[in-house]
């Protein structure tokens, strides 16, 4: 939804309001026993930045469900705050996510597996889409754009824990992975971003 990463592009799409997210009841803190990613405390640094990659598109559907009916793949449900340095939860703040498919491709014709969100009265933000494959040169990794009004688009990378592709992905870093657990056949993790605001 954001254009050139620029403010216009955030308020043009930020007046959508936080109501449609609805995750009230049912998101529940669905990873509440995921510990925070990082515990924050006062003074906390930002979330590190990373490269958009060449698959970013802009003008993504409003929306938190990115699976599909019928869509091969380990289901995921990505869950967290949006925190400023000093641990200050963020409303409002867009989230944009997309990744690969169960085979490691991007659709680049439409927008399968990507969507973005506003964060609730609390900071918070959920996602129940799939595991990404990995592919050629790259380790499992989602990529994400958080944007709060007037200030820089956070555009960043999250990783999975234990990958064999992990060590070998020059761009992987440990900062930026996720804490995740099983449940039976779905994988819930949590991401907390830090913005550079205090």
């Not at 870093?173 to 205090?198: H, K, N, Q, T």
Request: net charge positive.
């Amino acid at each position: 939804m954001l254009g050139k990463n620029t403010r216009r592009d955030l308020l043009r799409v930020g007046a959508a309001a936080v109501t449609s997210f609805g995750i009230g009841g049912r998101f529940a803190f669905a990873q509440e026993d995921l510990s925070p990613t990082p515990a924050c405390e006062s003074g906390q640094a930002a979330t590190l930045r990373q490269t958009e990659g060449p698959f970013y598109k802009p003008r993504t559907p409003q929306r938190s469900l990115l699976r599909e009916p019928g869509m091969a793949g380990t289901l995921l449900d990505l869950s967290g705050f949006v925190l400023t340095r000093s641990c200050r939860p963020l409303a409002r703040v867009l989230v944009d996510l997309w990744h690969a498919d169960d085979k490691g491709e991007y659709d680049n014709a439409g927008f399968r597996l990507r969507g973005h969100q506003f964060t609730d009265a609390e900071g918070r933000y959920l996602f129940r889409t799939i595991a990404p494959a990995s592919y050629r040169g790259r380790t499992r990794h989602l990529h994400v754009k958080v944007a709060a009004q007037y200030r820089p688009v956070l555009t960043t990378q999250l990783y999975f824990p234990d990958e064999p592709g992990n060590q070998r992905d020059s761009l992987f870093r440990p900062e930026l992975v996720m804490r995740v657990s099983r449940s039976g056949d779905l994988i819930r993790a949590r991401f907390d971003f830090v913005l550079d605001m205090s």
